[in-house]
């Protein structure tokens, strides 16, 4: 079965000190990997798309990586602006699906 | 430009009733995308059109949900008889076209049934 796996579940930070959340996945023939934001509320913002181990994508204090297992989420200098739960999903398109599957979140707090 | 658009922003409704829940998607985009997110948890798919047809319904929980685009831009969720358990927010997206891309959600219906 497919699946999603993020942690920590929850994160908290202090202004400035940087951390890497994590995303692994099992799933057979991935055709995309995606990140987003999602502050209480509010449906999720489309961050980054990462289709190939080894890509990278980058913006502002936040840079994603993928690798064949899994994907990082590199927040670097954070500032209490950022706090959000940060979601991830695959993407599989197999047997004609073109569904997102989601993990569960990293809810991430940085404190001034 | 105007980003995906769901109606009502919230719905109340007691156990049994039936209700509607709209979708407006980004303009050009030609696939649309229903999710369901329960507290904590991350969004589930439910089902998702390639134009005005239902190409995957897989996720939808039972025969009381049904989704209709009938001129594939718009999309409306249908809920009959509704059940506590199907309190949760209710998220549409869209996306270009289908494929492992971008897809744009909109800010969700809050249902709650008591």
């Known amino acids: 079965e497919d699946q999603v796996t993020q942690s920590p579940e929850a994160l908290r930070l202090q202004e400035g000190e940087s951390s890497s959340p994590n995303c692994s996945y099992t799933v057979s023939g991935l055709r995309g990997l995606f990140w987003y934001r999602q502050d209480p509320g509010k449906g999720p913002e489309f961050l980054f798309t990462l289709y190939s181990a080894g890509e990278e994508k980058e913006k502002e204090r936040l840079k994603a990586t993928l690798t064949k297992k899994e994907s990082f989420l590199h927040i670097t200098a954070p500032k209490p602006e950022d706090s959000a739960t940060y979601l991830c999903?695959?993407?599989?398109?197999?047997?004609?699906?073109?569904?997102?599957?989601f993990g569960k979140g990293t809810k991430l707090t940085v404190n001034p | 430009g105007a980003g995906v658009s769901q109606t009502p922003s919230n719905k109340v409704t007691e156990k049994g009733k039936y209700v509607e829940l709209r979708c407006d998607p980004i303009s050009g985009h030609t696939a649309l995308y229903w999710y369901r997110q329960s507290l904590g948890q991350g969004p589930e798919f439910l089902i998702y059109?390639?134009?005005?047809?239902?190409?995957?319904d897989s996720g939808l929980p039972n025969d009381r949900f049904f989704a209709v685009r009938p001129e594939g831009s718009v999309s409306t969720l249908k809920i009959q008889r509704t059940e506590r358990g199907d309190s949760a927010v209710y998220l549409c997206?869209?996306?270009?076209?289908?494929?492992?891309?971008?897809?744009?959600f909109g800010p969700g219906t809050r249902l709650t049934v008591t």
């Open positions: 999903a695959v993407h599989k398109g197999q047997g004609g699906s073109e569904k997102l599957v």
């Open positions: 997206a869209s996306s270009l076209t289908v494929g492992p891309y971008e897809q744009y």
């Open positions: 059109f390639q134009g005005t047809g239902a190409a995957d």
